[in-house]
T-cell receptor, first 111, second 111 residues
């Protein structure tokens, strides 16, 4: 069974700090990797997508992918209270858009 | 640019009834996928459609079905509703394997 694992948290960081979120996946055939942010009662919002090994930066967010270790991470710099949410890691095979989600990590940023 | 639109947003059904949910993808997106989110099981893939063809299917019973129309709009149907079908149903669209964007979801309560 293809699995995506995340620490459920909560991960608590002070405002202005770096939040580090991690995800491992079991399917070596996975080709596309996504991070979504979900506020309580809302739908998932795409933050980052990454397809090749290495780092990808977008504003305060950096996604890191290591296919050999089957590991994806998300760094949030200068964390803000508005970043408090559940962060979902999702992976997809090369063919089709069939996302397998982790259980999510709840992030709390304290003022 | 309009996002993914789902209707209805909220609905209450009785056990044994059926329900149809609708999704309009982002303009130009031909891939539409559906997901179920529950507190216990998290986000789970239901099925994906591309150019009116079901391309992938998740591990759900046959009571769950879907279709896609020539304008890429999609519907999903759940027949013989059970209490456990109460969930947030999410539609997502993408353009040929790129980033996947979610709609606001349809909240289904089965009583």
């Amino acid at each position: 069974q293809k699995e995506v694992e995340q620490n459920s948290g909560p991960l608590s960081v002070p405002e202005g700090a770096i939040a580090s979120l991690n995800c491992t996946y079991s399917d070596r055939g996975s080709q596309s990797f996504f991070w979504y942010r979900q506020y309580s009662g809302k739908s998932p919002e795409l933050i980052m997508s990454i397809y090749s090994n290495g780092d990808k930066e977008d504003g305060r967010f950096t996604a890191q992918l290591n296919k050999a270790s089957q590991y994806v991470s998300l760094l949030i710099r200068d964390s803000q209270p508005s970043d408090s949410a559940t962060y979902l890691c999702a992976v997809s095979p090369e063919a089709g858009n069939m996302l397998t989600f982790g259980g999510g990590t709840r992030l709390m940023v304290k003022p | 640019k309009a996002g993914v639109t789902q209707t209805p947003r909220y609905l209450i059904k009785t056990r044994g009834q059926q329900v149809t949910l609708s999704c309009s993808p982002i303009s130009g997106h031909r891939s539409v996928s559906w997901y179920q989110q529950t507190p216990g099981q998290g986000l789970q893939f239901l099925f994906e459609y591309f150019s009116e063809t079901q391309r992938n299917k998740g591990n759900f019973p046959g009571r769950f079905s879907g279709r896609q129309f020539s304008n890429s709009r999609s519907e999903m149907n759940v027949s013989t509703l059970e209490l456990g079908d109460s969930a947030l149903y999410l539609c997502a669209s993408s353009f040929a394997g790129g980033s996947i964007y979610f709609g606001e979801g349809s909240w289904l309560t089965v009583v």
